[in-house]
């Protein structure tokens, strides 16, 4: 049962951010840097939404920190603080293994250069000027060329090449080959400006930083706090209810899902008929499924990489990275040097594409068996990485596309928000209602820990403009 909200002045907040992820918590923070009073509430016990952690004994589980580009430093800096931005560190080395070709990569452009040139055998011409396309790649541009035709454009037939250039996307962002070329271009520029970068310590210790540079900059925080409806008047924000109490506020931020902030939080009755038809024509993204795995006290293994892109799948299709087989897993591996503890400590998060749809209709007792399945499979396929990995564990534990819907209210537990066409309806949500905001994974290019937190920073920007105004646009 949640508990009303103590202690709201009377006369609100000139903002109320509700969620806690990455875009919320730096929208929060930008603008209370920025003078505003801010109340931020997140559903949850514990702030960061997908980049969350949790402690099990005296394992502590990374569930979405995998990697991220170098533009994470100058963002941290930028919005947050030098100290987090120093805790920015380059991940040694990347692992590809499938049917297709095993290799290990620092993920930077002269080193995918250099093996595309050497390992696959492509005229460095192609190479270079397949990077200049992406380089010149804007999102205003004509989103008409969707990635199979990019990559056929420069790699014809070259099923291999699209798996190297496009597995790490399809992973991280639920991205398939008939989506707009630009969503997948912009991405993948970003990652292979200088290779793949994690937070040293981890994500909880991001997350504390966070908490209490908002809290040092005034930020209202409420945690166990769920936003359950925006009140428009005549068209304009004019309150909240969380946890069944009233907050006058005269913005809303939401970083929650942009359809639930849609339909459930304010109601299709104060849109317009044409914004709706945008609405309805909105895909969710795909979810997750993870399997943790901690490993004994004592117990360690020598270098495999820092991520592994596994696959048994005899050839890259996008499709078969999410199906219930599982051919494909991603390992992220966290060594004592990336997250330091006394007793030095081991952990693998495993994490595989999913549809809702494959975990919704499960009974308790099939579901159960299905989770412990796909442990089994997971270990199975470490093996090969870790040999002996089953005696050398003292922790498993499993999550799927139900457990992120639980914890984020996503629906569909979309680990990645919307597709592309997500992006212009949260871009446009403030046209329609006066001081109404949404920042957050959507469109692709705005997911992730950087796009969301840059997201976070751009719609702060126009929440300011907004506020100073006064009044709707
Ligand atoms: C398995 C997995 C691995 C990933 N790995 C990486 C990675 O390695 N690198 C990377 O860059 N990205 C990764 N991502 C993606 C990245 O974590 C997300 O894109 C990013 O964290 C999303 O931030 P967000 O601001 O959109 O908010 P979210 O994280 O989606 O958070 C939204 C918040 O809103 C809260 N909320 C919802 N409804 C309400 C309500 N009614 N009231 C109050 N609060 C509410 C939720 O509880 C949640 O805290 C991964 C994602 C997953 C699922």
């Avoid at 009377?10 to 840097?33: E, Q, R």
């Avoid at 050497?118 to 397949?130: G, N, Y």
Wanted: negative net charge; hydrophobic residues 40%.
């Amino acid at each position: 049962m949640s508990k009303p909200l103590k202690n709201i002045p009377s006369d609100g907040y000139d903002i109320v951010v509700a969620g806690g992820g990455l875009g919320g918590l730096t929208s929060a923070n930008v603008l209370a840097k920025a003078g505003y009073r801010v109340l931020l509430v997140e559903q949850h016990f514990q702030l960061g939404g997908l980049a969350s952690y949790f402690k099990r004994g005296r394992h502590i589980f990374d569930v979405a920190l995998h990697g991220f580009p170098i533009g994470m430093k100058k963002t941290l800096r930028k919005y947050w603080s030098r100290e987090m931005a120093d805790h920015i560190v380059q991940v040694r080395s990347v692992r590809f293994d499938n049917p297709q070709f095993s290799l290990d990569t620092t993920f930077t452009k002269e080193d995918f250069s250099d093996k595309l040139e050497r390992e696959f055998e492509l005229e460095r011409s192609a190479v270079d000027a397949f990077y200049a396309e992406l380089e010149s790649m804007n999102y205003y541009d004509d989103r008409s060329m969707t990635n199979r035709e990019l990559f056929e454009k420069y790699f014809p037939g070259r099923n291999d090449v699209v798996r190297l250039l496009m597995e790490p996307i399809t992973y991280a962002n639920g991205s398939t080959l008939d989506e707009p070329a630009i969503t997948y271009g912009i991405v993948f520029s970003n990652f292979m400006s200088k290779g793949v970068y994690t937070f040293q310590g981890g994500t909880d210790v991001m997350i504390d930083m966070m908490k209490r540079e908002l809290r040092g900059n005034g930020v209202d925080v409420r945690v166990a706090a769920k936003l359950e409806k925006v009140e428009v008047e005549k068209g304009v924000v004019a309150a909240v209810v969380v946890n069944g109490t009233r907050v006058p506020c005269r913005a809303v931020m939401s970083n929650g899902n942009i359809l639930s902030t849609i339909r459930d939080w304010v109601g299709d009755e104060h849109f317009s008929h044409a914004f709706l038809e945008k609405v309805s024509a909105t895909r969710l993204n795909n979810s997750s499924c993870q399997v943790y795995i901690g490993f004994k006290e004592g117990e360690g293994f020598d270098f495999i990489g820092d991520l592994l892109f596994t696959s048994t799948h005899p050839v890259f299709e996008p499709e078969a990275v999410v199906a219930p087989e599982r051919t494909s897993k991603t390992f992220s591996v966290y060594y004592p040097s990336i997250r330091p503890a006394a007793p030095p400590d081991y952990t693998v998060v495993a994490s595989m594409n999913a549809n809702f749809a494959d975990w919704a209709e499960f009974s308790d007792e099939e579901y159960k068996a299905a989770k412990n399945d796909m442990v089994d499979d997971v270990l199975d396929s470490l093996e090969k990485y870790i040999p002996g990995v089953r005696d050398k564990v003292d922790h498993l534990e499993a999550a799927t596309p139900r457990t992120f819907k639980r914890y984020t209210l996503h629906g569909g537990g979309a680990s990645f928000g919307t597709k592309f066409e997500g992006l212009d309806v949260s871009m446009r949500l403030h046209d329609e209602i006066g001081g109404l905001f949404h920042a957050g994974s959507v469109g692709i290019i705005m997911s992730g820990w950087l796009g969301a937190a840059n997201y976070g920073v751009i719609v702060a920007n126009d929440v300011d403009k907004y506020l100073r105004r006064g009044f709707r646009d």
